[in-house]
């Protein structure tokens, strides 16, 4: 079973490679005509070093899903929410206010 992304940059396994490719293929076949289909306010966050989900990925994301925000969390991997809380929560808490 494979799950896009489970660890930082600093505590990737040898599998995460392959994992993050597996994800990448996901990302560009099965989900991307079903992100047109999103009608809410969705904020797509993604550490500036993530190496399982590149923030080429969560560009992909933010370019599919309209009138969305797109935030990159700097100095941080794959778990932006634990390595860099006060800039994640911060990016949240404005995005929150914004759509509340």
Do not use: Q, W, Y
Request: net charge negative; aromatic share 2%; hydrophobic share 40%.
């Amino acid at each position: 079973m494979t799950h896009c992304g489970t660890t930082s940059t600093a505590n990737a396994p040898a599998s995460s490679s392959s994992d993050a490719r597996i994800c990448r293929r996901s990302l560009e076949t099965a989900s991307a005509p079903s992100l047109r289909e999103i009608r809410v306010p969705t904020l797509v966050v993604c550490g500036e070093e993530d190496v399982i989900t590149p923030p080429a990925d969560a560009e992909a994301l933010h370019a599919g899903i309209a009138g969305s925000a797109l935030e990159l969390i700097p100095k941080a991997g794959h778990l932006s929410n634990l390595e860099a809380p006060d800039a994640f929560n911060r990016v949240l808490e404005a995005f929150l206010r914004r759509v509340g």
